[in-house]
């Protein structure tokens, strides 16, 4: 267990439609990251959160969005949804900017019919 | 250009034996960092080593170890006695400067096979 929680743990929707992923870090973790596996993208960076503030961006699609709150928790909005969007989405953490491991959370794995 | 580079799709090794899993890199960077995952089939990203540019020994982790060649680029990871459960994906990873931060560059992963 790597201390990261993701909920939910599989959501089907339809296209067109929103979705929200939730990530809670480990304790004492500032930093989030969120990516995107795909089996024919591979696994994709697509944005980090420190302490609240967005300190990188990656291949995140405009239809995506995304925020860390005060307790430090961090969602991810899902738009417009396309087929092409399915995919495992995985939050990690770690304890700062630069130089730790990354701590991977079970992933969130999306379908969208 | 791909930054990580893992040229083997699949592997397969012995039970107890030990394998090799290659991994290259690219960078311009002098100072950067060098991981590697494991996926088993149940989806979860697994830590296993992790290693600095500057570190002039290589990192060791149990039945990890990676082999780290400066001048070849290269990182491969190293699993000694095979285990069953090894049987899993694993990903290399470079991490690299962005924006205001160092964010991790996957590979696209090797599928190991651990036969009895």
């Known amino acids: 267990d790597s201390g990261v929680t993701q909920t939910p743990k599989h959501l089907i929707t339809a296209t067109g439609q929103r979705v929200t992923l939730r990530c809670s870090p480990r304790?004492?973790?500032?930093?989030v990251y969120w990516y995107q596996q795909s089996l024919d993208q591979g696994l994709q960076f697509l944005i980090q959160?420190?302490?609240?503030?967005?300190?990188a961006k990656g291949n995140i699609l405009e239809r995506f969005s995304a925020q860390q709150f005060p307790d430090l928790h961090s969602e991810l909005n899902l738009s417009s949804l396309e087929l092409g969007d399915s995919a495992l989405y995985f939050c990690?953490?770690?304890?700062?900017?630069?130089?730790?491991?990354?701590?991977f959370g079970p992933g969130t794995r999306l379908t969208v019919l | 250009a791909q930054k990580i580079t893992q040229t083997q799709p699949g592997m397969f090794v012995q039970e107890k034996e030990a394998v090799t899993l290659d991994c290259t890199y690219d960078?311009?960077?002098?100072?950067?960092?060098l991981f590697w995952y494991k996926q088993p089939s149940s989806g979860e990203m697994i830590f296993l080593i992790y290693?600095?540019?500057?570190?002039?020994q290589n990192a060791t982790e149990g039945r990890y170890s990676l082999n780290f060649q400066k001048a070849r680029k290269s990182a491969n990871l190293v699993i000694s006695a095979s285990q069953l459960g090894d049987s899993a994906m694993y990903f290399c990873?470079?991490?690299?400067?962005?924006?205001?931060?160092?964010?991790?560059?996957f590979g696209r992963g090797t599928s190991l096979i651990v036969h009895p």
């Open positions: 304790s004492g973790d500032l930093s």
């Open positions: 960078t311009s960077d002098q100072s950067y960092g």
């Open positions: 990690a953490s770690s304890g700062g900017t630069a130089y730790n491991e990354q701590f």
């Open positions: 290693q600095g540019s500057y570190d002039e």
């Open positions: 959160y420190y302490n609240g503030e967005e300190r």
């Open positions: 990873a470079m991490r690299e400067p962005l924006g205001g931060s160092y964010i991790p560059t």
